[in-house]
């Protein structure tokens, strides 16, 4: 067994739009109405991808999920009547942000040695709500084999998950135990909070995780009203560092205890508010990156464009590069079209700590893949969206059409 660290992509997918469905969400919210460029988006994220697989040996891709969701109409009973929000939430291309999949404890952490996965309710929202049940389906696809996955139902909807996007894990390495952090937020303000606390206690229990080695925090209530939906806009951690603003957490001293009385080597990067504000790493997605171990073992950070663009950030990074901290890099990489719906480079991605030999080759990316996939985006995504065209017969076509191109190319037309 050789246990690394896979990041699996979202490919953007044809109905990629700008509804403004994401309460809570600033990106999702300004955008609200323009138009979007499902293409360009698909290629971009093909872009950071092919970037990955160079850096890193090792990427993987999960697919886009069928819409227009001819089921959610229904049950939504669109009659032309309606609030636009309803009929747009069928046509949502939110499943590209995988770090909202699921929850993935990779089987160094769990009591029977397997990768436990469970996938995201996504109950706060309707346009995400319906994700589960196709991502859900695909995982089991994906990581068929159960001598060494284990695929968990849903946590109950009373209880808001949303999967790895507040979810950290602190470790020697990826292939060594690790300490597991659990985020939540409590509903205090205008937003929602999106991840209960009760989920990850669940999710923990049901992975057969150590109680000694998961840790429960809740999110800083100031950072959900600023816009932190998910506590990877706030913070992201990889092996033993944590990479983290000041205010991400409600206790922040108390979070770093915690978690260092289950995780001594804890090594904190935390940001202060004097050097970037909650408001501008928000704007940014300063910490919506991935920081990744590379093959020569030292950190690299991907971060968003936008991130280069303003001067309190890249200021920052420069200094940080030039301490002599564990993150030694940092990787600017064009993801707008997602930015501009709130998802930056870390919720395009879910982190799979496995064998890649026990993976479903199919989802596994290489350069000739990526050149397959970057021909049929090319050819069958629709350049330009806007959302008045949402519920339309002619778009239902083409994006139909488009993700069965995509499904065909790869062998993978019994997802349907
Ligand atoms: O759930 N945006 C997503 C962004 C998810 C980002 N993921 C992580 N932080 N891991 C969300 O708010 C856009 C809504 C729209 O299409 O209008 C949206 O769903």
Redesign the pocket.
């Given at each position: 067994m050789s246990l690394t660290e896979i990041n699996f992509d979202g490919i953007v997918g044809p109905s990629h739009?700008?509804?403004?469905?994401?309460l809570?969400?600033i990106?999702?919210a300004s955008?609200?109405g323009d138009p979007s460029y499902p293409r360009a988006a698909a290629l971009q994220g093909l872009e950071k991808m092919r970037g990955n697989l160079a850096r890193l040996g090792h990427q993987g891709f999960l697919l886009p999920l069928p819409r227009p969701n001819r089921s959610l109409e229904g049950r939504l009973a669109l009659d032309g009547s309606e609030d636009p929000a309803l009929r747009?939430a069928p046509w949502?291309?939110?499943s590209m942000?995988t770090?909202?999949a699921a929850t993935v404890s990779p089987a160094p952490d769990t009591k029977d040695g397997k990768c436990h996965l469970t996938p995201a309710n996504?109950v706060t929202?309707l346009?995400?709500g319906q994700e589960w049940i196709d991502t859900a389906r695909m995982l089991r696809i994906a990581f068929s084999d159960k001598d060494h996955f284990v695929h968990h139902v849903i946590v109950p909807e009373s209880f808001g998950d949303?999967?790895?996007?507040n979810h950290m894990r602190l470790c020697e390495g990826h292939g060594h135990a690790g300490v597991e952090v659990f985020v939540y937020g409590k509903p205090r303000g205008k937003f929602p909070a999106?991840q209960h606390e009760q989920a990850g206690r669940l999710i923990a229990r049901s992975h057969g995780l150590d109680p000694a080695r998961t840790v429960f925090i809740e999110q800083n209530p100031a950072a959900i009203e600023a816009g932190a939906?998910?506590n990877?806009?706030v913070s992201v951690a990889n092996e033993r560092v944590l990479f983290t603003h000041e205010e991400a957490f409600a206790d922040q001293q108390g979070a770093y205890d915690a978690i260092r009385s289950a995780f001594p080597a804890l090594e904190v990067v935390e940001v202060p508010r004097g050097s970037v504000s909650l408001e501008e790493a928000i704007r940014t997605y300063l910490f919506?990156a991935q920081l990744v171990t590379q093959p020569d073992g030292s950190m690299a950070l991907i971060v968003p464009e936008e991130c280069r663009e303003s001067v309190a950030v890249w200021g920052y990074c420069q200094r940080m590069m030039a301490s002599n901290g564990p993150i030694r890099e940092v990787i600017p990489v064009d993801v707008r079209q997602s930015m501009a719906?709130?998802?930056?480079p870390?919720?395009?991605r879910l982190r799979v700590v496995c064998d890649p030999a026990t993976v479903d080759p199919r989802f596994l990316l290489s350069e000739a893949k990526a050149d397959t996939i970057g021909g049929i985006l090319s050819h069958y995504w629709p350049e330009q969206i806007d959302p008045a065209d949402l519920g339309s017969d002619s778009l239902a076509n083409t994006v139909i059409a488009a993700r069965s191109a995509l499904l065909a190319a790869l062998d993978l037309g019994e997802i349907g």
């Open positions: 739009n700008y509804a403004g469905l994401s809570g969400n990106a999702s955008h609200k747009a949502s291309a939110s942000w770090a909202n996504l929202m346009h995400r949303e999967g790895a996007a999106r939906f998910h990877d806009v919506n719906n709130g998802g930056g870390a919720c395009l």
